[in-house]
């Protein structure tokens, strides 16, 4: 598949997609977010493929949101379907058998602050700015900033960012438990490789358990989450990775998953 506004490189089990609009710090237009999800679901259908990085070129931004001009002319109905294509490409992410990471190299703000909170893991450069500024433009968040953000950092946080519009540093974002850590700005790469490597050397069967188990137990009460859970751990025992990482552990040897 051939894209126009993202870069996507396949390496050592690792897909990276880098959003490539650096002129207007990588907002996000239509075509973009139709990018974006086509190059999940085209590494999600790469068997090789066991972890993404998602990152925007430049180092200005990450994602500085919706792309601005393309909304200003949208009628209601262009909003809402607009709106569904943030939510499928977000939602494909969620629910994608991959382990995702945001490496956030600048600013991630309205749909990009949503984007990295539909990731697994996001690291934040230590420049980088985030927030819910939509309400400075006078509209609310569309796709998946009011649900997201309150189930991540609590409902009284969540309103005071999305109400003041106001953007915090990586620290503050780090405090409240929006980001997993803060690297130097020239680490940042890196660090997210080095993560991505660490999770695409396990075995794929159980990155893909864990990641549907803790996204799905957050929507369902705890008992069925738990009943869940029992389901996935038993079915496990019929996978060659169960047996591989038993066995490699006993006789104190590095287990070779194969992901099946
Ligand atoms: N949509 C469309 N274009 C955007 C954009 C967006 N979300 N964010 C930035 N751009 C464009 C700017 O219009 C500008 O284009 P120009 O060079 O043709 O004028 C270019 O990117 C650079 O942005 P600029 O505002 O000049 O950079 P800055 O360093 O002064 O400010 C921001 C950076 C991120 C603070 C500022 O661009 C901003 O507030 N962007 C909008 C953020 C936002 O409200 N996002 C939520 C949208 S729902």
Do not use: W
């Not at 969540?158 to 700005?185: F, P, Q, S, W, Y």
């Amino acid at each position: 598949m051939t894209y126009k506004n993202i870069l996507l490189e396949k390496k050592d089990g690792i897909g990276t997609i880098k959003i490539n609009r650096p002129k207007v710090l990588n907002a996000l237009n239509k075509d973009t977010i139709i990018e974006i999800t086509n190059a999940m679901i085209e590494l999600e259908n790469d068997k090789k493929i066991n972890a993404v990085i998602l990152t925007g070129e430049g180092d200005k931004a990450f994602i500085a949101g919706a792309d601005i001009s393309q909304m200003s002319k949208m009628t209601p109905l262009e909003a809402k379907e607009f709106a569904e294509r943030g939510h499928n490409m977000l939602n494909t992410i969620e629910k994608s058998r991959l382990p995702v990471i945001a490496a956030v190299n600048g600013y991630a703000l309205g749909g990009g602050c949503e984007t990295l909170m539909a990731c697994d893991i996001c690291i934040a450069a230590k420049s980088a700015k985030l927030g819910q500024p939509e309400i400075n433009l006078g509209i609310s968040p569309g796709f998946g900033g009011t649900q997201r953000l309150p189930r991540l950092v609590g409902r009284m946080k969540a309103k005071e960012l999305l109400l003041t519009g106001r953007n915090i540093d990586a620290e503050e974002a780090h405090c409240i438990g929006l980001v997993n850590m803060v690297v130097d700005d020239d680490k940042l790469m890196e660090t997210a490789e080095k993560i991505a490597g660490k999770i695409a050397s396990k075995s794929s069967v159980q990155t893909n358990f864990i990641k549907a188990l803790v996204n799905k137990g957050a929507d369902i009460d705890l008992n069925t989450a738990n009943s869940l859970e029992i389901s996935y751990f038993s079915s496990s025992f019929s996978t060659h990775d169960q047996k591989e990482g038993m066995k490699a552990f006993l006789e104190k040897k590095k287990p070779e998953f194969k992901g099946k």
